[in-house]
């Protein structure tokens, strides 16, 4: 099992490292804790990006902007 750096995602994903990690803590982007580290097991992130995606086109994320309500948007 490959195990991700949340920098990992970030760069898989194209998205910043703060953007990848608020994902990460609000549950949206599955990951395990291992003491203080966060690790995204790839199979994971590659099944969630499946599930976010219909037809080669993006799917809406349901709720709010992950920004929202966060200080990553200020």
């Known amino acids: 099992m490959e195990l991700l750096t949340v920098l990992e995602v970030a760069r898989r994903l194209r998205i ?7 994902l990460v803590v609000r549950g949206e982007i599955p990951a395990i804790r291992i003491g203080k580290l966060i690790r995204v097991p790839a199979d994971a992130l590659e099944a969630w990006i499946a599930a976010h995606t219909r037809g080669g086109k993006v799917a809406e994320m349901e709720g709010p902007a992950p920004w929202e309500g966060s200080a990553c948007g200020r």
């Open 16 to 22: 910043s490292r703060s953007l990848a990690y608020l």
